[in-house]
């Protein structure tokens, strides 16, 4: 059976067998076993969960960043930024769903893709002049905003389907 480190290191003691040991900045040292059959549930899990709390957070961005911003040439710069922001956020969605993917493959399992309903945002986005800012807006919404917006975002993630391809 042997042992497992991780790449890259000089390892200048004995590992047991069984074991996979690591020690850049903390050291690791358990029990492995190469032997499994299926991905790590825990690891399948987190990753979803992950990609789903990426897609509320696209839908924060576009529907009330975005949308709250006003059409004057002083918001260009931060029109930019958030449209940005969303070209990162699906970036980090697909490359998210690339890794997932790869884990279940190594383990013979199929792939997954991921689709989004859009939900209608439940906050007063529209336009105010002047621009109020974001952070003050945020600031100035009542109990009962916070938590449609809560209750909004946590539907968006929860009703992110994943299914096998």
């Known amino acids: 059976v042997g042992a497992v480190t991780i ?7 004995q590992v047991p067998q069984g074991h ?5 900045g903390v050291e690791i040292n358990k029990l492995f076993s190469p032997h499994r059959r299926s991905a790590p549930g825990e690891k399948v ?10 897609f509320a957070l696209k ?26 922001a969303l070209v990162t956020i699906d970036r980090c969605v697909d490359e998210r769903i690339v890794r997932l993917n790869d884990l279940l493959t190594n383990f013979g399992e ?4 991921f689709a989004s309903e859009t939900v209608p945002c439940p906050l007063a ?10 952070i003050d807006w945020v600031k100035s ?9 809560q209750r909004w975002l946590a539907g968006i993630a929860s009703a992110v ?3 096998a391809i």
């Open 20 to 24: 996979l040991y690591g020690s850049l």
């Open 141 to 149: 919404l009542s109990e009962e905003e916070v938590a449609a917006g």
């Open 7 to 13: 790449a890259g290191q000089v390892i200048r003691r």
């Open 59 to 84: 839908a924060w961005y576009r529907d009330v960043r975005l949308a709250r911003l006003s059409p004057h040439p002083d918001c260009d710069s931060l029109r930019i930024v958030l449209k940005e």
């Open 110 to 113: 199929e792939k997954v893709c």
């Open 45 to 54: 899990g987190s990753n979803i969960a992950y990609i789903r709390e990426l």
């Open 125 to 134: 986005t529209t336009l105010r002049e002047p621009y109020i800012n974001h």
């Open 161 to 163: 389907i994943s299914r």
